[in-house]
Each structure stands twice: as C-alpha cells, then as structure tokens.
C-alpha cells in the first residue's frame, strides 16, 4: 500500500475549466493560445482573481511559451511557479502537485495548463519545423536515440507499438477489437460540437484506413491539433464559495514507473501498462473502489493504449481487454462510458487535459452537448447523434493518463461532497 | 564521419562507454556492460549497474543469437532518414544469455531491424515472433558499427505467429 496524499482526500477540488478551439490552424501563438484558455477557465470558476495568490504549472516538451510570460499578459502575479517537461499522464501528476503546493502554504489556488500548436508546429515524434534533414542520431538527442531511434522507432507509435503486438500474441487481441475504441468514441464526439471529428465511424472504416505501424491503422491514432486548456485547483473550503458545483478530488496518483522504465522491454510482461503500480496509490488515496466508478477516461493516445489502461487498473483483467472495449461497457449507455468527449482519437489532442476537463462537467452535469439547455443541466440522455453526452447521474470519475506503456498517472474526482 | 542512412552518427567524447558500444560491434562482436562487482548484463548501456549501482563494467561479447518477441512493420516513415528504407521491420530480440536473470521475466531484449544479407530490410512476411535470428553489423565509419539481425536457419524456438496482416488468415 502506498503512502500518499489520502490525508488530502477531498480537500481540494477543481473550480475552473477552460480551453481555445480545437483546431488545426490555429493562426496564434502559444502563449496567446494559453492566455485565452487561462482566461476561460478564471471566468468558468468566478473566482476573485484581485484576492487570491495564484500559482502556476505546466507542461510541455518545448514547444510552449512558459507560464510566467502568460499571467503576465493577463495581469496576475504569481506566488509560484513551476513549468515541467511532461507530456501524457502529467495532467494528472500535476494537479497532484498542485494540491501539495497549496496544502504546503505556497498560494491559494493553481493553474495547470497546456499550450500546444500540435498541428502547425511542433508534431509529436516528428521533425520540428524548418528542418532541412534528417536529424543526426546522437546519445545526446535522447538517452537511448543509438538503442532506438537509430532503428526506426522514434514517434510515439513506433515506441509503443512493440508492447502491444506482443499483447495481441499473448491474448490474441484482434484488430477488429481494438477499432471498437475508435467507433466508440466516435460516436461520443458525435454529440461534442466542440470536437475536432464529430463524424461517426464503422469498425470496418478503422480496419480499412492505410496502417501507420502496421499491424495498427490510421484511424487507431489521435487526431494532432492545435489548443490550449487550462484547470484551476484551489481548496475545498474556497470552491464552495466560487461559480460552478463542487467538483472534489479524492485522489491522484503521479507517473508511477514500471522498472527501468527509459528501456522497458527488459521486464518482462510488456503487456502490462505502468497503471499496475498506480492503480493501488490512486484507489488507496481515494479510498474507493472500481464499482464506484461511474465514467473513466482513459487516456487514447492510440486504441490500443485505452485497452491496456483499463486493464491494468483492473476495469477488466489483464488479457480480456479485447472483449471488454467490444462489449458496449465503454459506450455512453453503457456500464461505465469511456472518454465521453471522444478523446484524442476524436476531439482534440491536448496531452490529456481534455479527458479531466470532460468528467469536470459530466459531475457538473453541464457537458456541453447538443441538448437545447444543457448549461442549466437539462439533459435528453438520448446518446444517439447530434443528440446528448451527459451520463446520468454520474458521481465518481477517474482518469487514467498514459505516458507510455510503462507510465501511468491518475486521478479520481466525485460531486458527492 | 560517422553516417547510418545519410545522417550523421554522433557520440560525444564524454560518452565513452557508447563509444566502446559502437567500437565493439565494429570489431564484429554484440557486446553489453557486465558489472564489476555483481556481474549482472544489462543492455541499453547504462551509467551504473541496476543491480548493486557499481559503476564499474566491462564489456561480455554475446553470442548474438536470440528469438524474435514481438515486431511490427513500418510503411510511412516519420524520421526522413527511413525513407528510402520503409516498408522496414522493427523487432524486440531476446537474446539467449542471461534469460529469466535476476529474475523470472528478465531478460536481454534488444531492439533492432531485421534486414537480409545484404542490409536491405528483409521482407516482413518472412518474420514471426519464436523465429531464432543472429547478429549481423552495419558500419558506420571512424571505427563503430551498428548491431542489426537477420532471420537464422535454425527452427524457430516455438510455434511461431505473425501480426494479424501477415502470413495465412486464421482459421
């Protein structure tokens, strides 16, 4: 059993969300990105920004404005700060961390946010832009770059992709399996006006699109876009004063690490996703338990990386992962729906940001949806297209976020305090 | 200069146990860091030794043999270097020392291409995991070369399978 923050179990909560458009041509900046979802996410919580000490985290793998230069733009003096290199699963982390800055006195509220131009500038695993070849490979470009990246494995996928065949060896996963995840959250993004594909798609539509990896398809993979989305964490005693219903934390667990986790593959199985060593921090710090959990978002980097996630929380076991993503339990209708946004394979690729903002407001109970009042919380629950995403009665969220397959942080929030 | 794929190969001088990596291979020998103090093999080459955190090592040459764990194949390059080389096989290895050491599940796993005789990519219908491969080197210049694997003739170590686009449908 971990130690952690179960001293801090429901004693901060999420008061603010906000984000830019998803889009893939943003025409902005960075930082000027940030400050509008910064700016969004204050006005979301109503919070007396003249008498709060703020501070600030975010993350990012170079390719953002750092967070001192944006609440200067807005205006706002800052009693912390602290910007990480992270990218999925430190959401998560972060807002973990955010908890023990304000527990520690530091300042009174935190922001989190992520600024990204994903798709006109900086591509995840790509060349940056401007280059004019191929870039050398070099032990300073990345510890492993002459074990790896000299090889032909340098995008995400191409990192990732190893861990899951052997999945599909071992448990005899199919691809048909695995598209179900796509058709799922296709269907979620569906009824997000908000999403970057609201296009409905076919498990056969996945199997017929070109194969990036092979045996793994295009429409296995996120959508790249460009956005900026911001959280803001104060105490529990504060958001009870502030704009939206209390939306509490119960527990996170922070980028918990399979062993030699830079070169995972000497460790044996490889098809357990890091989740398995954070599962027993988060569900600890909590203090509640797989039943309780009414909607998860589980980090879709790629189909595959939802399959292992909710395995190796024990959603389901390790190996059934297959039957349980193609059962109809991930969909809204469903037992326990799954990225009810569409996630990154469908609304936006954010580094996990939007999968925590999603079950912010399906505990409001406001999701932004295609139903006539859904800001005064009046839902159809009629899941089919163009229609309603809010999950009846939801009252317990976890969000697992994937860094890699040996990586995993997580975050369980409730209305029920 | 140091070149694989028409990109430049680069170790700095304050890295040499990668130096001593490369230089080995150049001397046709797969080789990893065994610690000086608890003997322990470990690969990727790393600064001390996971086991008893010595920094001392010296290099074991391998046999070079091992079996394919699991692999997949690459038609769309993302590194520009790999253009002219897609479609191209990209293979976890285990390799046949220290298996199942310290522990149950350990093991030496490498990640390499499989390539043919003459450096080509070999033909991704051809790999399976449970087939057996050796070691083979690419040279890179200023004395380094590049471990890489090629199918074996033994029999594969087990029944062998294939990603589900390859080789015969399911039955």
Same mark, same amino acid.
């Given at each position: 059993?971990?130690?952690?923050?179960?001293?801090?179990?429901?004693?901060? @909560?999420?008061?603010?969300? =906000?984000? !830019?458009? &998803? +889009?893939? %041509?943003?025409?902005?900046?960075?930082? #000027?990105?940030?400050?509008?979802?910064?700016?969004?996410?204050?006005?979301?919580?109503?919070?007396?920004? @003249?008498?709060?000490?703020? =501070?600030? !985290?975010? &993350? +990012?793998? %170079?390719?953002?404005?750092?967070?001192? #230069?944006?609440?200067?733009?807005?205006?706002?003096?800052?009693?912390?700060?602290?910007?990480?290199?992270?990218?999925?699963?430190?959401?998560?982390?972060?807002?973990?961390?955010?908890?023990?800055?304000?527990?520690?006195?530091?300042?009174?509220?935190?922001?989190?946010?992520?600024?990204?131009?994903?798709?006109?500038?900086?591509?995840?695993?790509?060349?940056?832009?401007?280059?004019?070849?191929?870039?050398?490979?070099?032990?300073?470009?990345?510890?492993?770059?002459?074990?790896?990246?000299?090889?032909?494995?340098?995008?995400?996928?191409?990192?990732?992709?190893?861990?899951?065949?052997?999945?599909?060896?071992?448990?005899?996963?199919?691809?048909?399996?695995?598209?179900?995840?796509?058709?799922?959250?296709?269907?979620?993004?569906?009824?997000?006006?908000?999403?970057?594909?609201?296009?409905?798609?076919?498990?056969?539509?996945?199997?017929?699109?070109?194969?990036?990896?092979?045996?793994?398809?295009?429409?296995?993979?996120?959508?790249?876009?460009?956005?900026?989305?911001?959280?803001?964490?104060?105490?529990?005693?504060?958001?009870?004063?502030?704009?939206?219903?209390?939306?509490?934390?119960?527990?996170?667990?922070?980028?918990?690490?399979?062993?030699?986790?830079?070169?995972?593959?000497?460790?044996?199985?490889?098809?357990?996703?890091?989740?398995?060593?954070?599962?027993?921090?988060?569900?600890?710090?909590?203090?509640?338990?797989?039943?309780?959990?009414?909607?998860?978002?589980?980090?879709?980097?790629?189909?595959?990386?939802?399959?292992?996630?909710?395995?190796?929380?024990?959603?389901?076991?390790?190996?059934?992962?297959?039957?349980?993503?193609?059962?109809?339990?991930?969909?809204?209708?469903?037992?326990?729906?799954?990225?009810?946004?569409?996630?990154?394979?469908?609304?936006?690729?954010?580094?996990?940001?939007?999968?925590?903002?999603?079950?912010?407001?399906?505990?409001?109970?406001?999701?932004?949806?295609?139903?006539?009042?859904?800001?005064?919380?009046?839902?159809?629950?009629?899941?089919?297209?163009?229609?309603?995403?809010?999950?009846?009665?939801?009252?317990?969220?976890?969000?697992?976020?994937?860094?890699?397959?040996?990586?995993?942080?997580?975050?369980?929030?409730?209305?029920?305090? | 200069?140091?070149?694989?794929?028409?990109?430049?190969?680069?170790?700095?001088?304050?890295?040499?146990?990668?130096?001593?990596?490369?230089?080995?291979?150049?001397?046709?020998?797969?080789?990893?860091?065994?610690?000086?103090?608890?003997?322990?093999?470990?690969?990727?080459?790393?600064?001390?030794?996971?086991?008893?955190?010595?920094?001392?090592?010296?290099?074991?040459?391998?046999?070079?043999?091992?079996?394919?764990?699991?692999?997949?194949?690459?038609?769309?390059?993302?590194?520009?270097?790999?253009?002219?080389?897609?479609?191209?096989?990209?293979?976890?290895?285990?390799?046949?020392?220290?298996?199942?050491?310290?522990?149950?599940?350990?093991?030496?796993?490498?990640?390499?291409?499989?390539?043919?005789?003459?450096?080509?990519?070999?033909?991704?219908?051809?790999?399976?995991?449970?087939?057996?491969?050796?070691?083979?080197?690419?040279?890179?210049?200023?004395?380094?070369?590049?471990?890489?694997?090629?199918?074996?003739?033994?029999?594969?170590?087990?029944?062998?399978?294939?990603?589900?686009?390859?080789?015969?449908?399911?039955?």
């Amino acid at each position: 059993m971990a130690r952690g923050q179960s001293a801090l179990r429901g004693k901060y @909560a999420i008061v603010g969300v =906000g984000e !830019t458009d &998803y +889009s893939r %041509n943003s025409g902005r900046t960075t930082r #000027a990105m940030a400050a509008e979802a910064i700016n969004n996410a204050l006005d979301d919580s109503g919070i007396d920004i @003249a008498n709060t000490s703020f =501070g600030i !985290t975010s &993350y +990012s793998g %170079n390719d953002a404005t750092g967070s001192a #230069a944006v609440m200067s733009d807005l205006g706002i003096r800052l009693d912390y700060e602290v910007d990480t290199m992270g990218g999925g699963s430190s959401t998560e982390t972060l807002i973990g961390l955010s908890m023990g800055v304000i527990e520690a006195g530091l300042c009174d509220a935190m922001v989190i946010h992520r600024t990204m131009n994903g798709y006109t500038g900086r591509r995840i695993g790509g060349t940056p832009i401007g280059a004019s070849g191929p870039p050398p490979f070099a032990t300073n470009h990345g510890d492993h770059n002459l074990h790896s990246g000299i090889y032909g494995v340098g995008s995400a996928l191409q990192s990732f992709s190893l861990a899951f065949v052997r999945h599909m060896y071992e448990f005899g996963t199919t691809p048909e399996q695995l598209a179900h995840v796509k058709m799922v959250h296709s269907k979620h993004a569906s009824n997000n006006p908000k999403a970057y594909y609201k296009e409905r798609v076919t498990v056969e539509d996945v199997l017929n699109s070109r194969y990036v990896v092979e045996p793994f398809h295009l429409l296995d993979c996120c959508v790249e876009t460009d956005n900026a989305t911001a959280i803001i964490v104060t105490s529990i005693e504060r958001a009870r004063d502030l704009r939206q219903p209390v939306t509490a934390i119960l527990g996170t667990g922070g980028r918990a690490h399979k062993a030699a986790v830079d070169y995972a593959w000497g460790h044996a199985p490889i098809t357990h996703q890091g989740g398995i060593h954070t599962r027993d921090i988060v569900f600890s710090n909590a203090g509640v338990g797989h039943e309780d959990i009414d909607v998860t978002g589980a980090y879709d980097a790629f189909t595959f990386t939802t399959l292992m996630q909710l395995e190796a929380y024990g959603f389901c076991e390790i190996g059934e992962g297959g039957d349980y993503v193609s059962s109809g339990a991930i969909e809204l209708g469903g037992r326990r729906p799954n990225n009810t946004s569409g996630g990154h394979l469908c609304e936006a690729y954010t580094h996990g940001m939007n999968m925590v903002i999603e079950n912010v407001r399906q505990l409001r109970g406001t999701v932004d949806d295609y139903c006539s009042d859904w800001k005064a919380g009046v839902h159809i629950y009629d899941y089919s297209e163009r229609r309603c995403r809010q999950v009846r009665d939801a009252q317990v969220t976890m969000n697992l976020g994937w860094a890699q397959p040996a990586t995993s942080s997580a975050l369980i929030m409730t209305n029920q305090l | 200069m140091a070149e694989y794929l028409g990109a430049q190969v680069i170790v700095p001088p304050n890295d040499p146990a990668h130096r001593e990596y490369l230089e080995e291979a150049a001397h046709g020998r797969l080789s990893v860091q065994r610690c000086g103090n608890c003997r322990h093999l470990r690969y990727p080459v790393r600064t001390a030794c996971p086991e008893c955190r010595s920094f001392e090592y010296e290099w074991q040459p391998l046999t070079g043999k091992g079996t394919v764990y699991s692999y997949y194949v690459v038609p769309h390059p993302i590194n520009p270097a790999f253009r002219e080389v897609v479609p191209y096989v990209v293979a976890l290895i285990e390799l046949d020392e220290a298996r199942d050491t310290p522990q149950p599940g350990r093991a030496l796993r490498v990640v390499a291409n499989i390539v043919r005789e003459d450096g080509q990519s070999e033909n991704a219908d051809r790999v399976a995991i449970g087939q057996r491969v050796d070691v083979t080197f690419v040279h890179l210049g200023d004395g380094w070369a590049l471990p890489q694997f090629r199918l074996s003739d033994e029999s594969p170590e087990h029944e062998t399978w294939q990603i589900p686009t390859r080789g015969p449908a399911p039955a």
